[in-house]
Nanobody
């Protein structure tokens, strides 16, 4: 299987910055894309940013120009650099990957969505 572990969340003042990291592990065969979603209390989970294996990125309109997603393919790691944070950015941030794994008995698995446990980001003075 594929496991995702996020880190880097915390409390920051408005205008501050944070960098989230997410490491994928397991018998990974391939990762098609990785991304970040967030969910604030009482709101639906929403896409923040995503990056494909080819390096194409897309962002939510609300974070364009402030957040940057990047990826270290060799380390199976995705980052989210967040600048000029606002109180409305407060949420639990989840890492996601579309990936598959390899098993000796079955070979490559079908591509599937994998999710991390989430990391809390709070923007408050």
């Amino acid at each position: 299987q594929v496991q995702l572990v996020e880190s880097g969340g915390g409390l920051v003042q408005p205008g501050g910055s944070l960098r989230l990291s997410c490491v994928a592990s397991g018998n990974i065969f391939s990762i098609k894309s990785m991304g970040w979603y967030r969910q604030a209390p009482g709101k639906q989970r929403e896409l923040v940013a995503a990056i494909t294996s080819g390096g194409s990125t897309n962002y939510a309109d609300s974070v364009k120009g402030r957040f940057t997603i990047s990826r270290d393919i060799a380390k199976n790691t995705v980052y989210l650099q967040m600048l000029s944070l606002k109180p409305e950015d407060s949420a639990v941030y989840y890492c996601t990957a579309i990936a598959n794994y390899y098993s000796a008995s079955m070979g490559p698995s079908p591509l599937d969505d994998y999710w991390g446990q989430g990391t809390q980001v709070t923007v408050s003075s």
